[in-house]
Each structure stands twice: as C-alpha cells, then as structure tokens.
C-alpha cells in the first residue's frame, strides 16, 4: 500500500473537543433584560425609600423644635413598647437629630429594602420558570446558574441604588457624612442578606408565591425577634442579635458608630448566595426542593368554580398569614398591662400611638387593632394582584374561553382577598383579646375586640376594591400600593407629626370608629361600605372593557 493510499483510508483524527460552556454564561444578557424590565420598578423602590428619609428628616424638627422636645421623645423611646416598635434605643441622653432619625426609621427601612430585595430575586428566578420563559433561554446559549446569577445582580443593582440615595437624602438634610454612609449601608446590608434569603427560598419552595411568601415570612421573623429583643433591654439584649435588622441598627449611627456589625451581613449573604448556587443543580427547573403532593385525579365540585379554584391557591398564604399575625397579636395584647403603665406616666406616648378614650387599656388595644388592621388591607391587596398574574400566566385567558364571565371571576377574586381578611381581622381580635385577657384577667376583653376588628373590614373592602379598580383600567399595581403606603404612614405617623386631626380623620384608617375605646357608629361604617360597593361597580365595569394582560 503506498503512502498515498494509507493517507486515504487511515481514520481522519478525532476533532478537538469543543469548550465546555460555563454555568454563567449568558448572565450578562440576563442582567440587562431584568434591569430593563425593572426600570420603573428598581426607580419606584428607591424614590419611596429615600423620600421617606427626607420628608422625616423635615418634618421631625417641626414636630420637636428643641432639644427638650427631643428628650421628650427620647423618653418614649426607652419604654419596652417604643423599643418594640421602632428600634433598640440608644443615644436617648441626648437625643439628637441625628439619633432619632436612624433609631426610629432605619428598622422600617430596612424592612422595605428587604421586602425589595425578596421580590426582585423571585421576580427573575422562579417566576420566570413558572411562565416558561426560562426553559427558553435555557434552550439557547445560557447556563444553568445565569438566571440566578442575573435575578441576584439585579437586586444588588437596586441596593446599591437605596444606599447611594440614602447618602444623599441623610447628608442633604444636614447630618454627618459617616453616619449617613452608615445608615446606609445597613439598610442595604439588610437587603443583601434578604437577596441571599429569596435566592434559596426560589430553590427550595415548589412555587414563585411559595418562595416570595416564605420570604416575607423570614422578614417579619426578623423584625419580630429584633423588636422583642430590644424590648428587653436599653439598647437591645441579645436576642436583637439575631436578627439581621438588629444588626443594622447596632452600628450606633451619628452616636458611637461601629461598623463591625455590616460585616455579620457580608458573611451572612455569602453564605446564602452559596447554597442557593449549590442548589440550583440539585432540582428541576420550574419544580423546588420541597416537591408538591400529588392532588386527587378528579377536583371536587367546589374546585371547579372560579372562586373555589381562587380560594384554594390562596390557602396556603391565607394560613401563614394567619399564622404570623396571630403571633404577633398574642405578644401584643401580653404587653399591654406594662404599655398602658408607660401610657399613664407619658400621656405624650399615647397620644403618639393614637390610644384614645377613657378607659386607657382599651384605647391602647384599639390603637394596636388598626395597626393590625393595616397589614390586612395589605394582604387583601396582595391577593387581588393575583388577577394580573394570572392574565400574565395565560391562565386567565384559558378560564374566560370557558363559560366564566369576567363580572365572575374578577369577583371570586375579590371575593377571596375579603373572606381571607375577614378571616385575618377575626384572628388579630381573638389573638389580640387573648393576650390582653391573660395579662388582666378580664375575659371580656376577648369578645369585645373579636368584634372591634370587624368594624374595620370596610375599610379593608375598600381598598381592595381599589386593587380591583385599578387592575381594570390597566393602571400599574404600584397605583393602588401609593394610596395604601400613604394611608399606613398618615396612620402610624400622622400624631407624632402633628397632622392637623382632619387629616387624621379623613385618612381610611381613621374613619371607622375605633372599637372598643369609642363608642360604635354606623353611619361611618355605612359610608366607607358603600364607597367600596361604588368603586367595586366601577371595577368591574372597567374589567368587562378591558383586553387581557398580553
């Protein structure tokens, strides 16, 4: 054989094995759709945060022009219910602007930006699996870990943002650069840590709301253990340790600042991003960790009506929400016999906290029942917004192709979001009487806030009709959220502000009498009823005109 003929029939050498693509390829890409999906969201973020700062930092000097006035604030500050409320309570000697800016705010910040965090982590990882899309970009050239990585970028981008505002509003209102810097970093510290939380809350559970929820959930364990342990003591106890927002408020800012504390959050948030990593390669896409109980093969005749399917896909988070504010209400109504002493020494505090009445037990009960009553309407809202998701989904579509009229499925989602709140307003009463009742011993107590919090469904009504309303003029979710946020600081705020009382009485959560320190009136409860009907005729007018979500 010549040497030409062995060329030809010899095997040609195997070619040269292509690169194995990396796990993070196509991150980039991703990071850039999620930023341009997120360019009104990340803004709207940021604005309402820093905003917030601003407009206190503002208005607290006119609320306490003078060093006296302070103190004064300072000595509500020291009182277990103030510490439970707002934060651990340290610089109250001499209680500068500086100090009760951050004492008092940076714990709810923190929660915003935590909450922030949570919902944009989910957003671009687990949602995006529910949909379909992922299997998509996983088809072309994207590695496994890309929509994690971009989800979590994207959230990082948005802390960065916070901070970065946060600096400018604290500094533009005259407080130190370091301090500021400080603040800052904590609340987007808080958030890095909740990025980390969401990132293995999107592996773990079986669903995109599973993941959010379960989120949330750790968010307001997080507050729960900080305020509980800085009620314990002056400055925290070490209970505050534990939680991610105490450690935020433990760097002492614009007092005895200490920046140790951010660095439980880095070691903390790597740690997380971690296991979510490692995780990711351990489950299918689009299904969690924790797999779903295979149902019954053929549905009960309550499942196939639009507001049986609706109540059943809520269920899991109406019982956790359950859950954690009946919690919080037996710790609450605990409290009360050593909040209404503070009360009764400090007539300044209650009125901070809007106890009214003569019976100053009963006042403070009724001020906490409309705390609780706005987390309601929160949750009512929540579960409204459940109509564009399914319409984003495809699901909707699919229903309204059958005999469902849309007049009957924008109603059983309403009709969801009021039997779960009516559910709510009824757990926060017995929770809330329960508690007060073993501290006081007056068993009353029990019937008589389990009735008080009825009072305030109407108003939960109305906003989630307003939820309703808004979806069906194909205006932006966060429309109806302004108008909440709004009412909830006007609540919470508006007396240690000094609001003139007719804006007091004019916001939502002021116009239903406040059981049972007040005496009952129907006339308010009717009105506020029949302006939730009104809008609720207009919502669904709006809803039959409208073209589903593409």
Do not use: K
């Not at 001020?367 to 009512?380: P, R």
């Not at 924008?410 to 969801?416: F, I, P, Q």
């Not at 005496?519 to 302006?531: C, D, K």
């Amino acid at each position: 054989m010549t040497a030409a003929t062995h060329a030809r029939t010899a095997p040609a050498a195997p070619a040269p094995a292509a690169p194995r693509p990396s796990t993070l390829t196509g991150t980039g890409r991703l990071l850039r759709l999620a930023l341009r999906r997120d360019r009104v969201r990340i803004p709207v973020w940021v604005v309402s945060i820093a905003g917030l700062v601003g407009y206190f930092a503002v208005a607290i000097p006119v609320a306490y022009p003078d060093a006296a006035a302070r103190q004064t604030r300072a000595a509500i500050m020291r009182d277990p219910s103030g510490a439970l409320l707002s934060g651990p309570g340290y610089g109250l000697d001499d209680y500068t602007m500086g100090a009760m800016v951050t004492n008092e705010m940076l714990g709810m910040l923190a929660v915003a930006a935590a909450l922030m965090s949570a919902f944009l982590v989910v957003r671009h990882t687990r949602a995006e699996e529910e949909i379909g899309r992922t299997d998509l970009v996983r088809a072309g050239v994207a590695g496994r870990h890309a929509p994690l990585a971009a989800g979590v970028l994207d959230a990082l981008v948005a802390n960065a943002a916070v901070a970065l505002a946060l600096v400018g509003a604290l500094v533009g209102t005259g407080l130190a650069v370091d301090g500021s810097v400080a603040v800052a970093l904590g609340v987007a510290g808080v958030g890095v840590v909740f990025t980390g939380v969401a990132a293995v809350t999107a592996q773990v559970a079986s669903t995109a709301r599973a993941a959010t929820g379960s989120a949330g959930a750790l968010v307001g364990l997080a507050f729960l253990l900080r305020g509980v342990g800085d009620a314990q003591q002056t400055g925290g106890s070490a209970l505050s340790w534990a939680s991610p927002i105490g450690w935020a408020q433990q760097t002492r800012a614009f007092v005895d600042l200490r920046w140790w504390p951010l660095a439980l959050h880095a070691l903390l948030a790597v740690l997380l991003l971690v296991g979510a990593w490692a995780l990711v390669g351990r489950r299918d896409v689009g299904a969690g960790l924790l797999t779903v109980r295979p149902g019954r093969g053929a549905a009960a005749a309550w499942l196939r009506t639009p507001l049986g399917l609706t109540a059943r896909l809520e269920r899991t988070a109406t019982i956790s929400w359950a859950a954690g504010l009946g919690v919080f209400g037996l710790l609450t109504g605990s409290m009360s016999p050593g909040i209404v002493d503070s009360f009764a020494a400090q007539p300044e505090l209650a009125t901070v906290f809007g106890a009214s009445g003569d019976d100053l037990l009963r006042g403070t009960l009724s001020a906490f029942l409309g705390f609780f009553a706005m987390a309601v309407a929160v949750f009512a809202v929540v579960t409204v917004h459940r109509l564009g998701r399914e319409e984003s989904w495809g699901r909707a579509a699919v229903v309204l192709a059958s005999a469902v009229g849309r007049p009957r499925w924008l109603l059983a989602h309403v009709g969801v979001a009021l039997g779960g709140g009516t559910v709510l307003l009824l757990v926060c009463g017995v929770t809330l009487g329960v508690g007060a009742a073993g501290s006081v011993g007056d068993a009353g107590l029990v019937v008589d806030l389990t009735l008080a919090a009825l009072v305030h469904l109407p108003t939960v009504a109305l906003f989630t009709v307003l939820a309703a309303a808004v979806h069906g003029a194909g205006l932006p979710s966060w429309t109806t959220w302004a108008a909440l946020v709004a009412s909830i600081v006007v609540g919470l705020y508006g007396p240690l502000l000094d609001l003139p009382a007719a804006v007091l009485d004019a916001a939502p959560f002021g116009l239903v009498p406040a059981l049972p320190a007040e005496a009952f009136e129907l006339a308010p409860v009717l009105g506020v009823g029949a302006g939730a009907a009104a809008l609720l005729g207009v919502a669904l007018v709006l809803h039959r005109r409208r073209d589903l979500r593409a």
